[in-house]
């Protein structure tokens, strides 16, 4: 049995952070905004088909909707970004406290994508030994559940040939 490597966040996790993105570009770019959905699609795209290259599925029906689920959530994160550059475009930050804010809160979603996938490796590593002790401990209580019945047959057979 194979394990993929996942952090198992909730689907909306990453949704979340590519809003935070889009909306914080736009509120903090002078550019056009209708080029941060665009490139939130993008990165989605070529984010999921590296994903998918780096850690190919094992499970041939995973396998047939690889090419689905890249087209969907592209197509998820170009909506979501969408919407929150939308509403961006209605912000305006006027005091340099709240600029500064919005830059760190800017550089914390630009840096999830790459801290995520470095500790997808540690975290993956650190799950499948803690597996490993609780399929050890079930064993062992297995092994003693099933060796007290044979102790009990041998007391009682050793009693029974106490008495005669």
């Not at 979340?16 to 993008?42: E, K």
Request: glycine share 4%; proline share 6%; aromatic share 12%.
């Amino acid at each position: 049995m194979f394990i993929d490597p996942s952090l198992d966040l909730h689907w909306w996790v990453p949704l979340l952070y590519i809003a935070l993105g889009a909306f914080l570009s736009t509120v903090l770019g002078p550019m056009d905004w209708r080029w941060f959905p665009v490139a939130a699609g993008m990165g989605a795209f070529f984010g999921l088909c590296t994903a998918y290259w780096i850690w190919w599925p094992h499970n041939p029906l995973v396998r047939e909707w690889a090419p689905i689920t890249v087209a969907v959530n592209t197509a998820l994160a170009g909506l979501v970004a969408t919407v929150a550059a939308v509403a961006g475009r209605k912000v305006r930050l006027s005091a340099t406290i709240y600029r500064r804010a919005a830059w760190l809160a800017l550089a914390a979603c630009v840096a999830f994508g790459p801290v995520a996938l470095a500790l997808t490796s540690p975290l993956v590593w650190y799950r499948v030994r803690a597996n490993d002790q609780v399929a050890a401990l079930r064993f062992e209580s297995l092994k003693n559940a099933s060796s007290r019945p044979l102790q009990a047959r041998n007391i009682r057979r050793a009693s029974a040939m106490a008495r005669l």
